[in-house]
């Protein structure tokens, strides 16, 4: 059985994508240290950049909720966590009414042609 695979125009295929998490992160006290819902949060956020919309990241509480089996409670602690860890910053407010979600950057990329921050390396439990 031949499967058809869709290849993007810088020759990867789309199904070939994937999100780094590199060693000094993933061995970091701040990640160590994380809740499980909070590591849940942030892969699902990260698999939404495609190279050029960092500050732009954003996950709906309802397909949050839909997709990783989390109640908003958690989902907000994990987005606290988040980024009182370093992993992401919240570069613009969502609107409930609006029913527009939050947008984020991660720390671990580049954002408005500043190198990334990697603002976890930066964190001390209290």
Request: proline residues 5%; hydrophobic residues 35%; aromatic residues 12%.
């Amino acid at each position: 059985m031949s499967r058809t695979r869709k290849v993007l125009s810088n020759g990867r295929n789309k199904n070939d994508q994937f999100v780094p998490l590199p060693y000094a992160m993933v061995n970091s006290e701040a990640w160590l240290t994380l809740r499980p819902a909070s590591i849940k949060v942030y892969i699902e956020l990260r698999s939404k950049f495609n190279g050029g919309n960092n500050g732009e990241l954003s996950l709906a509480y309802a397909n949050a909720r839909k997709k990783l089996h989390l109640g908003n409670s958690t989902i907000a602690a994990a987005f606290e966590e988040l980024e009182a860890r370093g992993f992401i910053d919240l570069t613009k407010e969502g609107h409930w009414y609006g029913r527009k979600a939050s947008e984020w950057r991660a720390t671990d990329r580049s954002y408005k042609g500043h190198p990334p921050t990697n603002d976890w390396r930066k964190w001390k439990p209290e």
